[in-house]
């Protein structure tokens, strides 16, 4: 099944401590994307990668770190997590280019206290 | 799940009634659209999309129309359903960046039996 996984569901960390959020696509996508999702907020873009070792700042960039090291994988880092960090995390992927839009996976729901 | 709807518009049909979901965007650069469906706990879903040298798009049951000259987009759903009740999403990209897509704030659409 074609499908974008992102893990953990669900985590409690406390401020400070290091987590990586996990992502990873079986569709052989070029564009991958992280985006957060607030009350009020909507959907907001931290980054995204238009290939291997290609990423580039969303709209909400700080505070995250990225890589993307093999195509099918793009874990979201938070070095020092804090409480405004506390929200429901989006992974997706796309084929690249202008007609496609992104799959996303179930969601990363982070609570820093 | 937890809401991720706070003070979004709301729109509230009977079953069996036409929806009109309405979006402004922002970018006079953009050139491709698209209408996603978020349910309760899980991640935006695609619907349908546009690309701005079409001023109409139809799918199943969906009709996506443009009008680029007041940068509006709207979502029309025929023979509403109570599965179609969730919060609905335009987001838009450009050319400049085809990695990055921006969200518009949703809107929760309610069907009553």
């Known amino acids: 099944e074609a499908q974008v996984t992102q893990n953990p569901r669900y985590l409690i960390t406390v401020t400070g401590k290091k987590l990586t959020v996990t992502c990873s696509q079986n569709?052989?996508?070029?564009?991958m994307s992280w985006y957060r999702q607030d009350p009020g907020l909507g959907l907001r873009q931290i980054y995204y990668s238009m290939n291997v070792e290609v990423t580039d700042k969303g709209d909400v960039p700080e505070g995250y770190k990225v890589s993307r090291k093999e195509k099918r994988n793009f874990p979201l880092i938070l070095e020092s997590p804090s409480p405004n960090q506390t929200s429901l995390y989006f992974c997706a992927s796309s084929k690249q280019g202008a007609g496609s839009g992104y799959t996303f996976g179930s969601g990363t729901r982070l609570t820093v206290v | 799940g937890e809401s991720v709807g706070l003070h979004l518009p709301t729109l509230s049909v009977q079953e069996g009634d036409n929806s009109i979901i309405n979006c402004a965007y922002s970018?006079?650069?953009?050139?491709?659209f698209i209408w996603y469906k978020q349910e309760s706990g899980k991640g935006p879903q695609f619907i349908i999309d546009?690309?701005?040298?079409?001023d109409k798009r139809q799918g199943q049951r969906v009709t996506v129309l443009l009008n680029k000259t007041v940068k509006h987009l709207s979502l029309q759903i025929a023979a509403t359903q109570p599965g179609d009740s969730a919060v609905y999403f335009c987001a838009e990209k450009s050319g400049t960046s085809y990695g990055k897509l921006t969200f518009g704030q949703g809107t929760i659409l309610t069907v009553h039996p």
């Open positions: 546009i690309r701005s040298n079409m």
């Open positions: 970018n006079s650069a953009s050139d491709y």
């Open positions: 569709m052989n996508h070029e564009y």
